[in-house]
């Protein structure tokens, strides 16, 4: 049965609604109690550790996996699989699957990650994932089947970074070469989908279709392609890695005229986000094509801090207010909010670059903590309203 609930404000069922229930907000909870609980506060604890702050520390190798396996597949993956559920398949060109079909899948990727840190029931925790993942795959090339395969751009992001996430837990989420592979094969491509959509709907940028979808899904699976023969055949230079991502960056920011879309938005906290997550991309970018693999472990972090968890503050907010009919944080408080959050990718991610004293990790972890524990009970306190 349909559950209906009207907008408290204005009485009205929000579209989405009138469809199909929503389901984003139950992958989006798990995800924020997840990194809550664990992916931050074991980040936290690393960093002021190898910083000295701390004495003592046992189990580095095991609080280390567990932020990486949370932060990876639970906090990000989670967040992927509720926008895929949600926006996915009409992306993708097709049709929602009746819900009852995909009610197993969340379930399944909580129960794997779970299995996966503890060593002897690492396998099967793995296969959960992977299921979870590739199924969610196969989902999307039948919606992308159902459209023609008519959104080569939109199609070859999903599926790609679908591929990524379904071999991750399989592979060694310690090293930061192969964290490369995950990000820049996972997540990155998640948040190009998601501003395909929001560029074009809200900020009023142009759709990518036609030839310029088909050149940028070219470029892309290029890229991606350099990146697996790197990581998992034979090392090639990274900046070629860098150039291979940087070029189609370039032209999807080209031709979905994102600066019109930019200008158009005004200063709201989507446009900040975009602004943001897009410098801290061509960013790391840069600094991997200089400074090759020196910086990994920090490129890594600008990345995943700056682009994607930017992404997922100003994001997750809009949505989950659109589908709880109020908004989550005032925009001018939200707008603050990204803004101060900008101090972590700086403090954890330009950490070596800059030479930063051993302190400044107080000053990351206690932004780190006063952001995500705020966002995350004022999304709590709107996700029990959708
Ligand atoms: C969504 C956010 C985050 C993600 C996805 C993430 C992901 C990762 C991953 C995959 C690793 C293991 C590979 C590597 O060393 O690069 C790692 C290591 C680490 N992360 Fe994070 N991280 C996040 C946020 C943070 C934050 C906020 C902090 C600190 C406040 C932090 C501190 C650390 C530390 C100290 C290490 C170990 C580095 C080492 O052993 O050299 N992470 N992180």
Known sequence: MLNIKLNKETYQITPQQRTRPPVV?????????FALLLGFPSGIYLWLYINHQLDELSGYTFLLSVHSTIQLLGFFGLFI???????GYHLNGGSPRP???????????????????YPPTEVIGNSFITLAFGFTGYVMLVAAKEGGFSRPAHSTLTLLGLITFSVAPWLNLLDPHIVLYVVLGGPVLFVLLAGLQLI???MKGSKLEGLPSSTFAIQITIAYTLLTVHTFVKPVALYFISLSFLLPVVYYIVKVRLISGIKYCGP????????????WLI?????LAIHGGFFMENTIHLIVLGQISTHILAVGSRVIGFFSGEYVIAEEKLIGLILFWQIVPVTRGLDILLDFP????????????IVFVLWSFLMFAKIRKV
């Open 25 to 33: 907000h139950h992958f989006w909870r798990i995800a924020i109690i």
């Open 81 to 87: 699989l509720g926008f895929l559920y949600t926006a």
């Open 99 to 117: 819900i009852k079909h995909i009610t197993w899948v969340l379930p399944a990727l909580i129960t794997g990650i779970i299995l996966k840190l």
């Open 200 to 202: 074009f709907n809200v």
């Open 268 to 279: 709201t906290s989507l446009a900040l986000a975009f602004i943001l997550g897009f410098s």
């Open 283 to 287: 960013t790391s970018l840069l600094l």
């Open 358 to 369: 051993y302190f400044t990790s107080w000053i990351t972890s206690a932004v780190t903590g």
